[in-house]
Nanobody, 123 residues
Framework: VQLQASGGGLVQPGGSLRLSCTASGGTFSRSSVAWFRQTPGKERTFVAALRWSNSIANYADSVKGRFTISRDNAKNTAYLRMNNLKPEDTAVYYC?????????????????WGQGTLVTVSS
């Protein structure tokens, strides 16, 4: 499956953004999806994941209660709703997919990746 991430931008602290990840070329409805993020000079880190088989979600502790991962299989699209954004959320956000039913935070689990979309949280 090919993935295309979008929706990044500049937002003030406390603001909200919704990222989108549109899939093509595969069976999106049977793919687990995840979001990771990366800042310059640092490793890509887990943000959230959604298992395709039963819609169970998993979140990094740093975003629990603020971010929500969801999907619309009819639109072949996954979303990451980000509320109460903080400057430390600034990063390039990547979406990923796997045919495994998983919410694993381990980067190696995820085989398909989209290009990143930049989120900047600043006043």
């Amino acid at each position: 499956v090919q993935l295309q991430a979008s929706g990044g931008g500049l937002v003030q602290p406390g603001g909200s953004l919704r990222l989108s990840c549109t899939a093509s070329g595969g069976t999106f409805s049977r793919s687990s999806v995840a979001w990771f993020r990366q800042t310059p000079g640092k490793e890509r880190t887990f943000v959230a994941a959604l298992r395709w088989s039963n819609s169970i979600a998993n979140y990094a502790d740093s975003v629990k209660g603020r971010f929500t991962i969801s999907r619309d299989n009819a639109k072949n699209t996954a979303y990451l709703r980000m509320n109460n954004l903080k400057p430390e959320d600034t990063a390039v956000y990547y979406c990923a997919a796997s045919v495994i039913s998983t919410t694993s935070p381990h980067i190696g689990t995820w085989r398909s990746w989209g290009q990143g979309t930049l989120v900047t949280v600043s006043s």
